[in-house]
């Protein structure tokens, strides 16, 4: 199309003719033979065969920086068209010229077609990987959550006690003092074995309801395991803990159960201590333990707090 236009230059296969980034100052037409344009980020490669012709931005603008890099596919003739050349046909050629830039700008719009084509499907990829990510995230949360949650109450199991223990220092309120509730169920084994493990469930699910319900967004309320709850309290007096202990064993006592278990009567013995700082679970648990005992021998349905 352009012969007699500029020098014609022999090219071996995977000659490298320019960088992507590199200044362009000529284009090409291929004579024979074949070229790769590589247009990197991942976007796919062009095989160019003989009559068409890359890098003429270079002639159009001007100071152009390649968009693409241009190795020689297979041995190729190459016809090398720089400014001089190019001028004199704009001033000798326009018809030539015409239908050339015609062929370039229609090749630079599917170029751009392409290209937009291809970022949206990458695009979309993106959106679906991170809708994955989003997803997995969710998903390990929700498990990162149930190995922390008791099943059967919602409430955190010993697991999640142990990692909020481990964490405590960042749920600490200002000018609060902790306190711990151990709340045992009074003769569940007789309910279960009156009534049944589902009535038995219910209980625990009730009593469950009445520990969380008294529980302030700072504290922890737990399941322990079996019959035994626990309430991490971070109080202001240590008069609120014995009123907590208070409000749950009457709030337990006060609760109806529907029929047919309409005769089952729940209860709780409640043991309570303040929790030095200096102190850790183990001596937490152990002197909130023996105050349950207390309240147990003195028949239940009952607390017992060691100020």
């Known amino acids: 199309m352009l012969r007699g236009a500029g ?11 320019f960088r992507k980034g590199d200044l362009g100052h000529n284009m090409y037409v291929i004579e024979t033979g074949e ?16 009559r068409e012709y890359f890098g003429e931005l ?5 100071n152009h920086l390649r968009v693409a890099g241009a190795i020689a596919h297979t041995a190729c003739s190459l016809r090398v068209v720089e400014y001089p050349a190019f001028d004199h046909l704009l001033e000798n050629e326009p018809a030539l010229l015409a239908q050339f830039m ?19 499907r990458r695009n979309e990829d993106l959106m679906a990987t991170l809708d994955s990510l989003h997803h997995s995230q969710n998903e390990l949360s929700t498990a990162n959550r149930l190995v922390r949650t008791d099943e059967l109450t919602g ?5 999640g006690l142990y990692e909020h223990l481990a964490h405590l220092a960042e749920h600490r309120v200002e000018r609060t003092q902790l306190g711990l509730l151990l709340i045992d169920i ?8 009156d009534f049944g493990h589902m009535p038995g469930d219910r209980v625990l699910c009730a009593i469950a309801n009445e520990v969380s319900g008294v529980a302030a967004p ?21 008069a609120e803990l014995e009123a907590l202990a208070a409000r749950i064993v009457s709030g337990i006592r006060a609760l109806q159960f529907p029929a047919p278990q309409e005769k089952l009567i729940a209860s709780v013995s409640i043991g309570a201590v303040l929790c030095p700082d200096d102190g850790d679970w183990a001596a937490w648990y152990s002197a909130a333990d023996a105050e349950l005992y207390r309240a147990k021998a003195a028949g239940g349905n009952a ?3 060691k100020m």
């Open 303 to 305: 607390w017992h707090v």
């Open 35 to 50: 070229v790769r344009l590589d247009f990197g980020d991942g976007l796919p490669t062009k095989i160019l065969g003989p």
């Open 155 to 159: 409430l955190m199991n010993r697991r």
């Open 7 to 17: 020098p014609s230059r022999r090219v071996a296969a995977d000659e490298v003719l």
């Open 58 to 62: 270079a002639l159009f603008i001007g």
């Open 218 to 238: 700072c504290d922890l309320a737990c399941r322990i395991g079996g019959d035994e709850f626990a309430l991490l309290a971070q109080i202001a007096e240590p």
């Open 102 to 120: 015609r062929r370039s700008f229609a090749y630079l719009v599917a170029s751009e077609q392409q290209l937009i084509a291809f970022l949206k």
């Open 186 to 193: 009074d003769h569940f084994k007789k309910i279960n074995d």
